[in-house]
């Protein structure tokens, strides 16, 4: 496991305060075998996200360090924002990387949740992955009810803790430790301004697809009294119609899988979709870092000789078929994760 490289994915309640953030991430910065990848804060979210790789063992130091300072200096009870939150610490996830797997990332969810629960005596809930129960395997229902709901919440016999007292910490709320798959922020600009257009695009080709209607525009419902569904084209996907600026809609995607649905795959299907809408794709957008086998993937697709070609070769091949460099120069030595970590 030594040259393991696993990433962890910290979600922090306070996207105002730069000093606070600036301590946080120094805890980080400060451990030997971990890089810090990026450091994402929103005042409108009240929320900061810190991306940071190394080896396991290293990568769950750092969780711990930079989590106990967070819990020290953020406290909920004044915490305002408009991004769902249940905790000061709200969210951890582990994800493999390189040279490890899913069941590696499951025990450090454990590790990090016993130190959070027994340690620092912080209700922590296993989500993702890590999951022992099937309620709690998507994170918004942990978070149901958020940080206002939890003091009741956290009583129900259901809702007790994995790891921490069964009891509502008003300063710090709780947490979610868990362990998930890379997740890749992936956006697709259109030719037009018009949002619908790429909200129609979006509808046919993620997991969720679109809610049935009749003739007259009505949804079908079920016997259940639900709405009936068509399903999307591509397992894995989350898309939404989205404006890039005031004169570009986007189809705007998280690549749950990108082993199941590559960047690649929804490139050339957007282009498909948008010629029957007689518009052009004009640009493709990462938002935050890549793992390096999702670039080889689509590189293997878009170069002319994929079985002789370097991995700088196919990098290249990559972003110039998913046109990330239209926007801006596509900088792979920090884009890349396994690059950015060297």
């Known amino acids: 496991m030594s040259d393991a490289l696993v990433e962890c994915v910290p979600n922090f309640s306070e996207g105002k305060n730069s000093e606070v953030i600036k301590e946080i991430s120094k805890i980080i910065e400060e451990i030997e075998g971990v890089t810090l990848?990026?450091?994402?804060?929103?005042?409108?979210?009240?929320?900061?996200?810190i991306s940071f790789v190394g080896n396991p063992t290293d990568v769950l130091n750092a969780a711990k360090k930079c989590s106990k300072k967070g819990l020290e200096l953020i406290d909920m009870r004044n915490h305002k924002g408009e991004h769902a939150r249940m905790g000061a610490v709200d969210v951890v996830p582990f994800i493999p990387i390189s040279n490890c797997n899913m069941d590696d990332c499951i025990?450090?969810?454990?590790k990090f949740g016993k130190y959070l629960g027994e340690e620092l005596s912080i209700p922590v809930y296993l989500y993702a992955n890590a999951a022992k129960v099937p309620e709690r395997r998507l994170l918004p229902n942990i978070r149901k009810g958020e940080y206002e709901g939890f003091n009741d919440k956290i009583k129900l016999a259901e809702w007790k803790p994995d790891f921490g007292p069964q009891k509502f910490v008003s300063k710090s709320g709780v947490t979610a430790s868990g362990a998930r798959s890379v997740l890749i922020a992936f956006n697709i600009n259109l030719s037009t301004n018009d949002k619908s257009l790429a909200n129609s695009i979006?509808?046919?080709?993620?997991?969720s697809g679109v809610i049935k209607k009749d003739q007259n525009g009505e949804k079908i419902l079920n016997r259940e009294g639900k709405a009936e569904r068509i399903p999307g084209k591509f397992s894995n996907l989350q898309a939404a119609g989205w404006m890039y600026d005031p004169t570009t809609a986007q189809v705007s995607m998280n690549l749950l899988n990108f082993s199941e649905t590559g960047m690649h795959d929804v490139m050339e299907e957007i282009k498909n979709e948008?010629?029957?809408l007689n518009l052009n794709v004009t640009a493709g957008e990462l938002v935050g870092l890549v793992p390096?086998?999702?670039l080889l993937d689509s590189g293997k697709y878009y170069h002319s000789n994929p079985s002789g070609a370097s991995i700088e070769g196919l990098v290249e091949a990559a972003i110039e078929g998913l046109m990330l460099n239209k926007l801006s120069?596509?900088?792979s030595n920090k884009r890349i994760i396994e690059w950015a970590a060297k």
């Open 37 to 49: 990848l990026d450091v994402d804060s929103s005042e409108d979210f009240n929320r900061t996200v």
């Open 107 to 110: 025990t450090l969810a454990e």
């Open 202 to 207: 979006a509808g046919k080709i993620r997991t």
């Open 274 to 276: 948008a010629e029957k």
């Open 292 to 294: 390096l086998n999702a």
């Open 329 to 331: 120069k596509f900088q």
